[in-house]
């Protein structure tokens, strides 16, 4: 069955250190897409970053990178030097060709940078 | 800002109402997706169009519908509507709808039955 599994509910983090929010994946396909949205607390959805299951690099955006293991069917989010704006809800989220590249959605883990 | 706009922000209405939510996507982007965001279910996807054509379809209700017009712009129609769909209702667009392309989001309708 294709799922996404967020294992961390919630995390507290001090700030200015680095987080890495955990994110498995379960497919069978060999052609998915994976992804990181931010939602804070006003309930937007803001993309943040994208991994693609050719691509043999991490993929990075700013102070945002993905630590991809293909094998272990893991796309963790690595953030560098938290800031208090930080604090939100996290979501990982996969795309699947055969699925017409619907988002297929994690529980989400709730961030707070503590000052 | 993210480029997709949607409207109304809040919706407050009774059981067995109608209403429609708008979006409006990316410029240049041609698929168009739907999701909700409840507390007890998360977020699920409900329909995808592309181009004017749907695409795919998800947990969608029978009692919810939803078209793209010539103009790229979508509306997501809920009828007989019932306390649980209560929810934060998502539009996002891509470019064409395919696993390299990230959906860009709305800021949701938030949709309260009374």
């Known amino acids: 069955a294709q799922k996404i599994t967020q294992t961390q509910p919630g995390m507290f983090v001090q700030e200015k250190e680095a987080v890495t929010l955990d994110c498995t994946y379960d497919?069978?396909?060999?052609?998915?897409?994976l992804f990181w949205y931010k939602q804070p607390s006003s309930g937007e959805m803001i993309f943040l970053i994208y991994?693609?299951?050719?691509d043999e690099q991490n993929a990075t955006e700013g102070r945002y990178s993905l630590n991809f293991q293909k094998a272990r069917k893991s796309a963790n989010l690595v953030i560098s030097a938290s800031q208090l704006g930080d604090s939100a809800m996290y979501f990982c989220?996969?795309?699947?060709?055969?699925?017409?590249?619907?988002?297929?959605w994690g529980a989400g883990t709730k961030l707070i940078i503590k000052p | 800002d993210s480029g997709v706009t949607q409207t109304p922000k809040h919706l407050i209405t009774a059981t067995g109402q109608r209403v429609t939510l708008r979006c409006s996507p990316r410029?240049?982007?041609?698929?168009v997706y739907w999701y909700q965001q409840s507390l007890d279910q998360g977020l699920q996807f409900l329909i995808q169009?592309?181009?004017?054509?749907?695409?795919a379809k998800g947990n969608i209700l029978e009692r919810f519908s939803a078209q793209q017009f010539p103009d790229l712009h979508s509306e997501l129609n809920l009828s007989s509507l019932e306390l649980g769909d209560s929810a934060l209702y998502f539009c996002?667009?891509?470019?064409?709808?395919?696993?390299?392309?990230?959906?860009?989001f709305g800021d949701g309708t938030r949709l309260s039955i009374l």
């Open positions: 991994q693609g299951s050719y």
């Open positions: 497919t069978s396909d060999q052609s998915y897409g």
């Open positions: 169009y592309y181009n004017g054509e749907e695409r």
């Open positions: 410029s240049g982007d041609l698929s």
């Open positions: 989220a996969m795309s699947l060709m055969d699925s017409n590249y619907q988002l297929i």
């Open positions: 996002a667009s891509s470019p064409s709808g395919g696993s390299n392309q990230p959906q860009h």
